[in-house]
């Protein structure tokens, strides 16, 4: 038994066709309702008490169904309010329920209340003092500064497009992490869309292809192109360079991603089953309606690091000088060594690259890779930083930082260890009303978020849920602005690994700069060092190794 089933009131969740008459049961307690008020009138006066409460369960049922802010309310009317009941016994049965939970590796509630509250707009600063063992090893703090100020620049912005690039973007810290319509809804796709839009930050489309959806808000997009060439795949599921120059062309695409491998499921290709593949679903990939599609676990269009740079420099020119980068979980620095040495060989570099940490996911992870296959983000995010430090390219390329990003501190977290920018997916999830029910693999999703179900998916209000997402991205890149500036920095552009702490032992903590080695521009290319000489020479240009 899960603690999801409770705080989605139990087994409802599983049984869809009890969604479609929750109309007419609220109708029916309508109608028990009038009897018993009729019979308290003309038979027996005490029907008046069970008139008033099934009056008062009719009248509230209605109102959770014309209501839009809370999705479970509407689709589970009255007994959806259990929800909250439960949640505030959740600290005592968490033990039990969550952390004995095999199938899915939650955010801690903590982090997920802070989500809910800033999508709402609400300020969030209640808690009396840490609810954090500071003394525990593992804990990280920022430093401050008695020179803090007030942040001056609230939305600050990353310049996507090295010199090959004609057409540049300026990308906001935090945006949309890559989940496809398939894996969510359409109307939660729609809201995520429309918060970019309105929130003036990216949203990525996951490797499922540019739905009509992605489109209707207005946002911003980074299409990302996985091994299955959903959108821009040819009969046999090759590449099909027509299908992508028209797509990447259009204005909202403002640049393109290939995912060479993902946090979740590194080395595995993605899964949609075959009950969430409608025929929406299966226009906008271009495959069969109802079959289960599973994407390669590599690519086709290119086999080596050479010819990667040499894809991505194809994918610029057809998308009309847009920047192109690609997406992946490290899996050993030889192999993104290798990467660097095909950059090296051609002369072409992508615009970006994004770090996915092994600990990402949003529900269709195999348990087995998500614990123990590719490297945690922060190890891959330091790597691919120092990587492209040593090989004198980090100057050109910018990185994207992308798993478990919810906070301000989040945020600050991972400029110091070396990205640019970050995207999140989860966290976004929450602010659209995922609650982390663990239903995303049956298509019985009991917010609309992550099924297929057309009564489940209409339940959540996209007007509302827009508002949400704009809310929490505003509000997070807000308060990492303001610790920057109570760090005394004039910017994101003066943070360094000096200024990120790690307690190493219950008594004793260091800084990033002290616990890890860092590169200095070129130094790959003139005189490795020690640790890292042997992974030099093993990488290669003409194999990933």
């Not at 770090?355 to 691919?384: I, K, Y």
Request: glycine share 10%.
């Amino acid at each position: 038994m899960r603690w999801a089933h409770f705080a989605c009131v139990c087994r409802a969740a599983r049984y869809p066709h009890a969604v479609l008459i929750r109309p007419l049961i609220v109708g029916g307690v309508w109608v028990l309702g009038f009897a018993a008020t009729t019979l308290s009138v003309f038979h027996r006066s005490w029907w008046v008490l069970p008139a008033v409460l099934l009056i008062a369960l009719a009248a509230l049922g209605t109102w959770d169904l014309l209501q839009t802010r809370h999705t479970v309310y509407r689709l589970y009317p009255i007994v959806g309010r259990a929800r909250p009941l439960m949640e505030s016994i959740r600290p005592q049965i968490r033990q039990y329920f969550i952390e004995a939970n095999t199938e899915a590796s939650p955010f801690d509630r903590e982090t997920r209340d802070m989500v809910y509250e800033r999508a709402a707009g609400t300020k969030g600063d209640e808690p009396f003092g840490t609810e954090r063992d500071v003394n525990a090893v593992g804990y990280e703090f920022l430093r401050h500064s008695l020179r803090a100020r007030f942040a001056d620049d609230l939305d600050p912005r990353v310049r996507l497009g090295g010199p090959d690039c004609s057409r540049p973007y300026d990308i906001a810290l935090l945006n949309v992490s890559a989940m496809s319509f398939g894996a969510l809804s359409a109307n939660a796709i729609e809201a995520l869309n429309a918060g970019a839009a309105r929130g003036g930050f990216a949203h990525d489309t996951g490797e499922g292809g540019i739905s009509p959806y992605h489109l209707r808000g207005g946002g911003d997009l980074i299409w990302e192109i996985g091994s299955g060439y959903f959108g821009c795949r040819d009969a046999e599921g090759r590449f099909d360079p027509a299908a992508f120059a028209e797509k990447a062309t259009l204005p909202s695409v403002k640049a393109v991603s290939v995912k060479l491998s993902q946090g979740a499921k590194p080395g595995l290709g993605g899964v949609l089953p075959g009950s969430k593949v409608s025929a929406e679903i299966a226009a906008t990939r271009g495959v069969p309606v109802g079959h289960t599609v599973v994407s390669p676990p590599a690519h086709s269009a290119f086999r080596n690091p050479i010819e990667l740079a040499e894809f991505i420099a194809t994918l610029r020119a057809l998308s009309g000088g847009k920047p192109v980068g690609f997406k992946l979980c490290v899996g050993a620095r030889s192999e993104f060594l290798s990467i660097c040495k095909g950059i090296l060989a051609t002369g072409i570099a992508p615009d970006f690259v994004i770090v996915d940490g092994s600990e990402g996911g949003t529900g269709s992870a195999p348990q087995e890779f998500e614990d123990h296959v590719g490297m945690p983000l922060t190890e891959g995010l330091m790597l691919v930083h120092n990587s492209l430090v040593g090989t004198g390219l980090r100057d050109r390329i910018k990185i994207g930082a992308s798993g478990k990003v919810a906070s301000g501190v989040d945020i600050v977290s991972r400029i110091c260890q070396g990205a640019d920018f970050t995207l999140a997916a989860r966290a976004m999830m929450f602010a659209v009303g995922c609650i982390q029910a663990l239903e995303c693999n049956t298509n019985h999703c009991p917010t609309g978020v992550a099924t297929q179900d057309p009564a489940r998916t209409r339940a959540l209000d996209v007007p509302d849920k827009t508002a949400r997402v704009f809310n929490f991205q505003r509000a997070t890149v807000a308060s990492a602005a303001q610790i920057v500036a109570s760090m005394g920095l004039a910017g994101f552009h003066e943070l360094s690994p000096a200024m990120l702490n790690r307690r190493v032992e219950s008594q004793r903590s260091r800084t990033y700069a002290e616990i890890y080695n860092w590169l200095m521009p070129g130094e790959l290319l003139e005189d490795p060092p020690e640790s890292w000489r042997s992974d030099w020479i093993e990488a290669s240009a003409d194999e990933f190794r």
